[in-house]
């Protein structure tokens, strides 16, 4: 079956915009993960959601972030008022119930270029 | 709190000869472990993972990782290297930590390089 599939695959957009990236899951798994992955912080764990509730947003690096679900399978992740500090990869990974010690299954990425 | 260290940020061994990457872990539960590779522009997909039961785990590829609670060690070993292995190698713990799952805690990674 298809796997975790990211959109867009590069978004370059220029410091202050607004940009939304696209995370379509495995089919039928309950949890699904953001992560981003930059040269100076290595790959940092942002938030979870099972189903449509994330239990903790402590993750996400400021309030310009911002994550939803709905109908429990697509996700997007919101950056508001981009800054140079925000280009990265941004990853997403799903689980089939979000117990401790699934296997998380990753997609492509989103590279995000903030000029 | 979970951290993970991996020592060596690039490691090079010769094609045929054996792969050891090093990853200690810290955590205030009973930590599950994973070992990701991950290729040029590529997602992360999974080598192997520990959660419970035998502290050997074989994965894909002939790689093979051993849980060492008393070292609080889960080192990557393959015994002989192939130009394919190539890629960079990321270590990960996760835990219970009592408010649902967590997402993986990552170390920063291992470039493998492999010499012909």
């Known amino acids: 079956g298809a796997g975790v599939s990211q959109s867009p695959s590069n978004k370059v957009t220029e410091k202050g915009k607004d940009v939304e990236l696209r995370c379509d899951p495995i089919?039928?798994?309950?949890?699904l993960y953001w992560y981003r992955q930059s040269l100076g912080q290595g790959l940092e764990f942002l938030i979870y959601?099972?189903?449509?509730?994330?239990?903790?947003k402590s993750g996400l690096p400021s309030d310009r972030f911002s994550a939803e679900r709905t109908g429990g399978s697509v996700s997007t992740l919101t950056i508001q008022r981009t800054q140079q500090e925000d280009s990265a990869v941004y990853l997403c990974?799903?689980?089939?119930?979000?117990?401790?010690?699934?296997?998380?299954?990753f997609g492509p990425g989103t590279r995000l270029l903030v000029l | 709190a979970q951290s993970v260290t991996q020592l060596g940020s690039h490691v090079s061994v010769s094609e045929g000869a054996l792969v050891l990457l090093r990853c200690n872990y810290s955590?205030?539960?009973?930590?599950?472990l994973f070992w990701y590779v991950q290729y040029p522009n590529q997602g992360l997909q999974l080598l192997l993972k520990y959660t419970t039961g035998a502290t050997l785990v074989k994965g894909i590829n002939g790689f093979e990782a051993e849980f060492k609670k008393s070292e609080t060690s889960f080192h990557l070993t393959k015994p002989s290297a192939h130009m394919s292995d190539a890629a960079e190698y990321f270590c990960a713990v996760s835990g219970y930590s009592g408010g649902g799952a967590d997402g993986l805690t990552f170390g920063k990674g291992t470039h493998l390089i492999i010499q012909p």
């Open positions: 990974a799903s689980s089939l119930d979000g117990r401790p010690g699934e296997t998380q299954y």
């Open positions: 955590s205030s539960v009973p930590p599950y």
């Open positions: 089919s039928g798994h309950t949890a």
């Open positions: 959601f099972q189903g449509n509730s994330a239990p903790d």
